[in-house]
């Protein structure tokens, strides 16, 4: 008894441990943002008066309109595509008798290991050739291909997860392969596509090497690479450079906390599972 007390106290002790070692940072963002602009910041400093005319600067000297209106275009298409190709190739891969499948899962767990790094200056030449640099579609095109190893494992694993007597008593009514996945599989699969949506859309917003190297149109960059100009040409002024940093943050944590039941959720069965 007195054992499972001690670890429980413990569990308890590394979970509060954790919880602050990542709120802490949080706050103490949100408390420089609150600062008389170009003030200076120290600690978890609690200002005498809140002065949120810090997100003003911020929005109107980084032109976060414009950056949130492309971040959002092509955050929500890559989820889009990128979900919808990985259910249909993870459903293909994980009940379907493919010629070579094996080895074409493979390549994909292969793309897995594969640094964005060492791929994005070829990459940029590529897509110059085509026209593709300083476009939207290009941007969208990589990252549905960075994503997809992981989302092909992910959805592949959930499929053939679930009761093979479901897809046979399909079968039996004469069900087609597309009636199968439609009708039978993906209405059971919410919480595994939620988590896969979510975390696609956390990559995809927060992504900063592909942007800077693919767009070199300012008009047309993503809000993270916005905020990395931005912070470049104002690194004295703590309190505004808080409040743009919390702008770009805000979409995240919006997405996260609108779905974070489902997205647990999925993430809780990818562990049982395996």
């Known amino acids: 008894m007195k054992s499972s007390r001690l670890e429980s106290a413990a569990s308890y002790l590394v979970l509060v441990v954790g919880a602050l070692s990542t709120l802490l940072p949080f706050v103490s963002i949100v408390l420089a943002s609150l600062q008389p602009s170009n003030a200076l910041v120290s600690g978890l400093h609690v200002p005498h008066s809140l002065n949120f005319d810090n997100f003003r600067q911020a929005w109107t000297a980084a032109t976060f309109g414009a950056l949130l209106k492309s971040s ?3 955050s929500v298409t890559v989820v889009l595509l990128s979900v919808a190709m990985a259910t249909l190739a993870g ?3 994980a009940t379907m008798r493919i010629p070579a499948g094996g080895l074409l899962f493979g390549m994909f767990l292969v793309g897995l290991t594969l640094p964005v790094e060492l791929i994005v200056i ?3 030449f590529d897509l110059r050739s085509f026209h593709l640099t300083d476009n939207y ?3 969208i095109l990589v990252e549905c291909a960075l994503f997809m190893p992981f989302g ?4 592949r694993n959930h499929f053939q997860s679930m009761p093979r007597e479901l897809i046979e008593a399909a079968e039996m009514d004469s069900a087609s392969p597309r009636a199968i996945l439609f009708r039978v ?3 059971l699969a919410g919480p595994s596509l939620s988590s896969l949506a979510v975390l696609i859309f956390l990559w995809s917003w927060n992504q900063l090497l592909l942007v800077l190297i693919l767009m070199q149109d300012p008009s047309k960059r993503t809000a993270p690479a916005g905020l990395g100009f931005f912070v ?3 690194t004295s002024n703590i309190p505004v ?3 743009a940093t919390l702008i770009v943050m805000l979409p995240v944590l919006v997405v996260y906390l609108v779905f974070q039941r489902k997205f647990i959720s999925g993430m809780l069965q990818g562990g049982i599972r395996g």
């Not at 092909?152 to 959805?155: L, N, P």
């Open 232 to 234: 470049n040409q104002n």
């Open 137 to 139: 579609l290009g941007v």
């Open 91 to 93: 459903y293909a891969l």
């Open 241 to 243: 450079l808080c409040a």
């Open 152 to 155: 092909v494992f992910w959805m």
């Open 72 to 74: 959002v275009v092509i």
């Open 185 to 187: 599989l993906l209405p």
């Open 122 to 124: 070829p990459l940029y």
